[in-house]
């Protein structure tokens, strides 16, 4: 029994020594092996910071903690009963540590939710400007509207004020001009070309005079030379054969059935005819297409044809 003892108490140190010995040929290789490990994974992470925009900064790169493991195996020789126990390393301050994948998501998540919320801002706001807009279409719209509405206003009253002017301008002829029947007709002595002076005619309410038969236009002739003596101008009608060389009509499209046209002084009795038409009066019309419209000279009442674009007095018809 007491020689087990003795070979107990020289083998078992021996023992606990080969395998002290062994722990700490196998802690100084994990701890090489575990401190490269450790950069590895420290450079991994920054490499993942920079990627996703992360702040890079690294802790206190301080050493990691010592371990006690010297003192902790003298105390296990001096100590028979603890011979088995591992030191156990004491906490030191160390490096802060390297982000964990979970870390990592979790940053990324609170990113993507800041995003999240500024993209809710960003469609509250967009909400706000179609509606906005939505108001601004709705106002230009009554607008337009408005403007409708005023154009449609203002055309009815330059309706109004056409129908107003030719009702005066109707009245005017009656009351100032000739009244023959159921028309009146009024001089303008205004220097107008044929279309422009059917066109202040019309403004008024009338038309240029349309003679219809020998009555009107002895009447006519009559109210013209009392307007204009002692001279003889001649005077716009309301007759014209721009349609149709010798198809003469009247401005309102019907065909003229009378005509007072000027014919050259017959020679006297017992002279000798001209074979030569009188070059200052000669008969008319004489001027083909080139003279297409009628005028009547105002101290005979006959006709001549002239050039439509000519600045000649006029005279107005109104319905009575």
């Known amino acids: 029994m007491q020689a087990a003892w003795l070979l107990g108490a020289l083998v078992v140190p021996q023992l606990l020594g080969f395998g002290h010995g062994a722990r ?21 992470a920054l490499m993942l910071k920079e990627a996703l925009g992360l702040p890079a900064g690294r802790g206190d790169e301080n ?9 902790d195996w003298e105390m296990e020789e ?26 990592i998501v979790t940053y ?3 990113r993507l939710a800041g995003l999240d919320a500024g993209l809710h801002q960003l469609h509250v706001r967009l909400h ?13 719209r009554q607008l337009r509207n408005a403007a409708g509405d005023t154009r449609d206003a203002v055309q009815a009253l330059q309706e109004a004020q056409g129908r107003a002017e030719r009702e005066h301008g109707r009245l005017e002829g009656c ?42 236009m002895e009447a006519l002739t009559r109210y013209l030379r009392a307007a204009l003596a002692p001279y003889n101008w001649p005077v716009w009608l309301g007759v014209h054969d721009r349609r149709a060389e010798g198809l003469y009509l009247f401005e309102n499209g019907q065909r003229v059935s009378f005509f007072a ?24 019309p004489n001027g083909g297409t080139l003279e297409n419209c009628v005028a009547q000279a105002s101290d005979d009442g006959s006709w001549w044809d002239h050039d439509c674009q000519r600045r000649l007095y006029y005279v107005c018809e109104f319905p009575f």
């Not at 700490?24 to 991994?44: D, F, H, K, N, T």
């Not at 706000?128 to 230009?140: F, I, K, P, S, W």
């Not at 046209?261 to 008319?284: F, I, K, N, V, Y």
Request: charged share 30%; with cysteine; aromatic share 4%.
């Open 24 to 44: 700490g040929a196998e802690r100084e290789w994990e701890g090489g092996w575990g401190g490269a490990q450790e950069e590895e994974r420290e450079r991994e």
């Open 63 to 71: 050493p990691a903690g010592t371990v006690e493991g010297k003192e």
């Open 78 to 103: 001096d100590q028979g009963e603890e011979e088995e126990e591992e030191a156990t390393p004491t906490p030191s301050s160390g490096p802060s540590p390297s982000p964990t994948p979970e870390d």
């Open 108 to 110: 990324i998540l609170g």
């Open 128 to 140: 706000a400007l179609d509606t906005r807009v939505v108001e601004l279409t709705q106002g230009l």
């Open 175 to 216: 009351l100032k001009g000739l009244r023959l029947g159921h028309k009146c007709f009024l001089l303008s002595r205004d220097f107008e070309a044929q279309a422009a002076a059917q066109a202040r005619c019309t403004a008024r309410g009338g038309s240029l005079a349309q003679p219809a038969d020998r009555q009107q």
């Open 261 to 284: 046209w000027h014919r050259s002084p017959r020679p006297e009795l017992g002279a000798q005819p001209s074979a030569s038409p009188h070059p200052l009066s000669p008969d008319q």
